[in-house]
């Protein structure tokens, strides 16, 4: 869940939780036993902030994030920042450049006198994007860090009208599609968004639909 809004002299503000749990997993012994049922529960909690450095064609944010994460008896908390800048020299071109998991990491409690640490290796991203005729979007993106290849993105949107958009594009090597349906409802505007993309570590493909509400 994510909501942002503009604030005062052109800046933006912006808050977002994220949740991923999942319960009744079997505990086992080194013996192959069931031992107890497991839960493993996980939560973000983020607020961003961005305002103009120069003008309005470039502009730069930060983003803080706060980690929570449950597994049995096991607690672990951590935070960490992200930093960006975004310059738009013209209507039609868009440069994008960000950090991010600066000093981030994970301490978990009660399980030795010095708890251990989960370090998160600190990654950078490169974006453009490019709109050469008002319906039709390129965009590029690259993006790597500590101990992690860059990986190259790039893809392509195309509005058949004001409401159907068609997109594909390379992820990493690996072809994606997708499409978007827009229906405007008075003073909000619904959409259906749809991606097909091949998973990394599996030979199989994911589909994707999210639902969103514009207003």
């Not at 998991?101 to 251990?116: I, N, Q, S």
């Not at 409802?185 to 259906?192: A, E, L, P």
């Not at 968004?193 to 493909?205: M, P």
């Amino acid at each position: 869940m994510g909501y942002g809004r503009p604030i005062i002299a052109g800046a933006g503000m912006g808050i977002a939780w994220a949740n991923a749990s999942v319960d009744d997993l079997v505990g086992r012994n080194y013996a192959g036993n069931p031992t107890e049922e497991i839960t493993n529960s996980q939560n973000m909690f983020v607020f961003g902030f961005g305002r103009p450095v120069v003008w309005e064609w470039l502009r730069a944010g930060v983003t803080g994030r706060f980690y929570y994460c449950a597994i049995a008896e096991g607690r672990a908390s951590g935070y960490g920042l992200d930093g960006g800048v975004r310059a738009t020299p013209r209507e039609w071109i868009t440069a994008a450049a960000s950090v991010r998991d600066v000093a981030t990491g994970l301490r978990w409690e009660k399980t030795t006198p010095d708890p251990p640490r989960e370090d998160v290796p600190t990654r950078g991203l490169l974006g453009l994007g490019l709109r050469p005729w008002r319906k039709l979007l390129l965009a590029l993106q690259a993006d790597g860090g500590e101990d992690e290849r860059w990986r190259y993105r790039g893809g392509a949107e195309y509005w058949l009208d004001e409401r159907v958009a068609l997109r594909a594009g390379l992820d990493d090597g690996a072809p994606t599609l997708g499409a978007a349906v827009l229906l405007p409802r008075g003073g909000y505007t619904v959409s259906f968004d749809y991606a097909f993309v091949e998973e990394e570590f599996t030979a199989e493909a994911a589909h994707t639909v999210s639902l969103g509400l514009v207003f």
